[in-house]
């Protein structure tokens, strides 16, 4: 009769020698999301797809949003409050500024939530876990796209025509982009940890509509606060780029668009490696 | 990966996995609170894996075996990727193809047809690929036109048939399967096991965690074992079932006294006095020839039943059964049966008896009475990929008469 085997004398815990780490997680991380970058895609489609396959309104809930909100600050700002536009149509000043915001507050939102709410996917894939708060960054900016029409309707109906300074708006774009993967890095990351931050998020993104100069311009903000403002909201300069831009047909400012890429920089290596160090623990508190 | 070890090669070294053994979601409040000075911060570990070290090399097979929480899936998500360990080292060297949980990749909302790309690329597979395997991955699938519904309509055994299909014909180096096989109908296992057969033989390495030891046994050659995340076994796949079987009997089944070593049996109307196996002679029972049990039974009033001893592996369920009308005087009775020709191959067996009398009152509940050991001829070599439902071995002559 055969018995169990004897238990091998095992040690209590291993030698600190021999701990795991990964090697150059941050240096790693931009080569690992390029080469999964087919998968970013099929997310964002799966995503895109059941999103407006389930909606009796589909695209038509990109659009909406915006607009309505739009209508609302067109309402309090200009009738109420009277914001100095330099002349600029009130509804098309404050549109330009609700995109964008609204693509940053969205991907947050989505993104933040990406890798809680797709958690059985987490931990059953082996992929750079970055490309769930990616994928969602990229619906809402095809959602963003789509809102992005309608200021073209706003353009015809006020006879207002964009400047020819209008591409030089693909930079504080490009800036915009890296702030917006920065913070949903961030927050979604911490948010598997901390599943409080649900709640609090809503809160935070609501007062930051009003933080950031969307229903008002930038110069409304004391001048000798600008730049330090520059550097906590990079919104505002990028959202006032936009403008100055666009609808303005001047250059951006570019000593707070600089202040406010360069804080973007630093929230970005800083996401990228709180991601990739809380990242080896995803699978073990969901 | 280093490029000089082969693809399909796994090392793991010294492998150590924690767990915080406090399970209570930790929210920002508690954060709040351990910041407190003063609060305990200390955090509570659980080693889940021990100092893990084995080695695989292309091709082979390996089933991963153990009792629940014994950390052979935390082990495979180790090496899927999806968890990191603590301590030690390990290398995957290859195309991983992990089968986690076969439905994890598929979207409701979405038809089969755009999971199947989406499942796809999941896995690592291109557009162009995936266009390339579809036919044969519906076909084996079984989906037919249920491929352009949602899946959210699927039964949950379709919703795992289309998982476990993209991944079969992912082709990979290496295949790691997590109790996959458990939702399928036993037509569909068949064909797992066959298709997981035929990558076997095209030089995938494959790593099989499941508690269905009879499918383990079919594919895999090697077997490890793991008991509260120490390997205690790594060795061909029948001595690991066998040392792991014993070790579930003995740990589950508590039959046998602790300090005396005799059996105890269940309480009945009728009490078991004495349960022995022996061959003919009274020593140990040998396959192919005559096996003995004798009973004492202790019955409180003269009662006429059912009597039946079965042969099983360990479980309830019996290999063989045989029943007799028997009658038993009030006091002891000694009951002898003998089995002529012991159809079981060598190894270790369970004794079950049960007595009903048909009046629901005077019995004795199926229970095993105690383990013994065969001897003599092992069991005939299975082809792989083919399930034994038990270990009967029976003699056969074979000839090769000339005229075909």
Redesign the interface.
Known sequence: ?????P??A??D???ES???K?RNPVLRAPGDIWRAR??V???A??EL??LY??AALGVAWAVLTPISLMLVLTIVFQRVANVPTGGVPYSIFAYVGLVSWNFFSGSVTSGGMSLVNQM????????PREVFPLSSIAVTAVNSIIASFVLVILFVINGFAPKITSPVAIIPLIVQIAFTVAITLLVSCTTV?????RH?LPIILQLGLFATPIAYGLEQIPEQWRPLYSIVNPLGPIIDSYRETILYGRMPNWYLLGLGTLSTLVLLIGGLKLFRRLD??????A | MSPERAAGSIQVE?L?KR??SDKA?????D?VLTMRPGANTADKFR?VL??ISFELVPGDAVGLIGANGSGKSTLL?IL??????????YEVNGR?G?L??VR??L?G??TGR?NI??YG??LGL??QQVTERFDDIVEFAVLEDAIDRQVKFYSSGMGMRLGFSVAAFLEPDILLVDEALAVGDSFFQQRCLDRMRDLLRQGTSLVLVSHDMAAVESVCRRGIWL?DG?L??DTDVRSAL??YR??LD?AYHTWIDETSGEAVFRPGTIDVIKAEVANATGGLPTSGKELVVDLVLDSPRDVEGDLCVGVTEGTASPMFIVTEGTRLREGRTRIRCTIPHLPVAAG?YYLWIEFDSGDGETRIPWQPTG?F?VDGRGLDRTPIGVMRASAIQVDASWTAPEDA
């Open positions: 009769m055969t018995s169990p085997a238990t091998p095992i040690p815990g291993p030698p021999i701990r795991f990964r087919s998968l895609r099929s997310l489609e799966r797809r059941a396959k389930q059985p996917l987490v931990n059953k894939l082996n992929c940890y901390l599943r409080d931050l609090a080896m623990g995803f699978a073990d508190v | 010294q150590w767990f915080r979601p930790r929210a920002l409040r954060r080693w021990r100092d998500k899927t990727g999806v968890m990191y360990p603590y301590a030690g080292r991983v992990a986690l949980e994890a990749g979207h909302d979405l755009e790309y989406l690329g999941l291109s557009r008991k120490v205690q076994v066998g040392e014993t070790w003995d270790r383990p050991t």
